[in-house]
């Protein structure tokens, strides 16, 4: 597949190509250009010439062509979703099942865009008006990962075209398909050529995007090291930012709560896409009385979750690389070496259908210490770390001893208690009993290091508008 600007297929000037493979299998799935500075600067013109009337699109037309394009992910969801199975390697099901989902979010945006309105501020002297308006902050570079490729663009593109801007997308070097074939569907679908444009390549583009003179925005979502250096880059050109970064989100585990609940809730969290998922449970800090009782819970559920195998059916897809799989093996066989209990995974998967792509299994680390790498940086992967705690406010003190702070979890069947640990924890969301998955009405972003804005909802939407004040003055008739 070539990149998508301007309404139309391209390849890198150089003729240079990337592969994309199978995580799965290592077999080639396609191969996509390598854009450098030059096609930075080309999707960034189209981009730039399709503000001019996308701004000035009524928002009744710009929602209905939005909301075309989620149409139009429901109908080529198992088209789209096959795509992102064959780049991902997660299970074919969970793949079309983001496409559709995604799809709700553009929705949800397109509801939101015919709700903004100006204010009129109501002090104002005879002759004068104040009024209150806001505008698209003009073209947005968007930057995702692999691991939700689809939903993480729409958190930002459905923002962006209800606000009136227009994008230039660069997805992750490991799943660029589904984004560049979403690109030719919506325009398709009715999206005017140049609004939103899809270049592909790696870290090398990225940065030509975040240092051109002319996006307005960055929207990311990725690491906290890449988010830093988007930030510094930003700088220079004062461009407003939404940084969606990394976690490694703790749960408490209290006495009274409801154990089973909260293991299936923890498993199911935790070890989702093969736990390359942000605001997944990484810690689990849990009362000292049920800690083996908890311990056994947790691992009869991690036991039972199967991988599934190239070319066959299963819960869990292989790691996406070796540098995401590096991450799981080396804070196990750290946990291991520091005296940890390995409860169940904690090595490679290997045979016939796992020995081509980075398999890891669902791993318990019991008894895990805060020097153990487990208990202190992401793992974006499938592993993890479990410690007793004294009572719920050690847990806290631990919980929140982390720079990251995108999501928090607790359970306790006392609700005074529980709404008080929410309110404790230092986290963008906090899931008290259960473990849903983030809506798309409420705001969505991380506290400390995790990042910096929220996406979803009207407060997305909010994030791709700049304030203006018009101070207006007239002569009253007598
Ligand atoms: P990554 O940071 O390595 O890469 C993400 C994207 O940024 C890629 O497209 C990459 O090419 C680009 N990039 C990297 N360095 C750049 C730079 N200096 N300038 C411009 N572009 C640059 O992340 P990944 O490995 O693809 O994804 C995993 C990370 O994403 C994890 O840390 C995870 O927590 C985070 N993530 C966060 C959220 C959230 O909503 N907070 C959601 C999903 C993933």
């Known amino acids: 597949m070539d990149m998508f600007i301007d309404g139309g297929w391209q390849a890198a000037g150089s003729g240079a190509t990337f592969p994309v493979t199978d995580p799965r299998s290592g077999s080639l799935v396609d191969s996509v250009p390598a854009g450098g500075a030059a096609e930075a600067d080309a999707a960034i013109a189209a981009a730039a010439r399709a503000f001019a009337d996308w701004k000035t699109t009524p928002m009744a037309d710009r929602v209905r062509i939005v909301k075309a394009c989620a149409q139009s992910m429901r109908d080529t969801a198992a088209e789209v979703g096959n795509l992102l199975h064959a780049e991902l390697g997660r299970p074919q099901a969970a793949c079309v099942g983001e496409i559709a989902r995604s799809a709700d979010l553009l929705d949800i945006y397109a509801e939101e865009g015919l709700r903004l309105a100006a204010t009129m501020p109501l002090g104002a002297a005879p002759g004068e008006k104040t009024i209150v308006t806001r505008e698209p902050v003009g073209v947005v570079v968007a930057i995702t990962p692999f691991n939700y490729p689809v939903t993480l663009l729409m958190f930002k593109l459905g923002a962006a075209l209800v606000a009136g801007c227009t994008m230039v997308a660069k997805p992750s070097e490991d799943t660029p398909l589904s984004t560049l074939k979403l690109a ?16 592909t390549g790696g870290r090398e583009l990225g940065e030509a995007l975040v240092a051109h003179p002319v996006p307005r925005k960055i929207a990311f979502t990725g690491s906290v090291p890449a988010g830093k250096a988007i930030a510094a880059a930003a700088a220079q050109t004062m461009k407003r930012l939404t940084l969606e970064l990394g976690g490694h989100s703790a749960a408490i585990v209290c006495a009274d709560a409801d154990l089973d609940k909260a293991a299936a809730a923890i498993v199911r969290h935790g070890f989702a896409n093969t736990g390359q998922f942000c605001y997944r449970v990484g810690r689990v800090f849990v009362e000292r009385p049920v800690y083996e009782e908890f311990l056994a819970k947790l691992a009869e559920r991690a036991r039972a979750l199967t991988l599934a195998p190239a070319g066959g059916e299963g819960d869990l897809g292989p790691l996406v690389n070796e540098k995401i799989f590096a991450t799981s093996a080396r804070q196990s066989d750290d946990a291991r070496a520091k ?18 792509g980075f398999y890891f299994p669902p791993t318990l680390i019991a008894d895990a210490t805060p020097e153990m790498e487990v208990m202190q940086h992401e793992t974006f992967g499938p592993v993890i770390g479990i410690a007793p705690v004294d009572s719920p406010a ?3 003190a631990l919980a929140n001893a982390s720079p990251y702070g995108l999501a928090a979890f607790a359970f ?51 994030s791709y508008l700049e304030y203006k004040t018009i101070y207006l003055s007239y002569e009253v008739p007598q």
């Not at 005074?416 to 309110?423: N, S, V």
């Not at 986290?427 to 259960?434: E, F, R």
């Not at 849903?436 to 009207?458: D, N």
Request: glycine share 18%; proline share 3%.
């Open 339 to 356: 005296g940890a209990r390995i409860l169940t995974g904690g090595a490679r998967a290997t045979g016939p259908g796992y020995d081509a």
């Open 184 to 199: 030719a569907i919506f325009h398709r679908a009715g999206l005017p050529a140049g609004v939103f444009n899809v270049v």
């Open 394 to 396: 050690e847990g806290v």
């Open 412 to 462: 306790t069947r006392d609700l005074a208690r529980g709404l008080t640990l929410c309110e404790q924890l230092e986290a963008g969301s906090v899931w008290l009993n259960d473990i849903q998955r983030s809506s798309h009405y409420v705001p969505f972003g991380g506290m400390k290091e995790s990042g910096l804005g929220r996406e979803k909802g009207r407060y997305g939407v909010e």
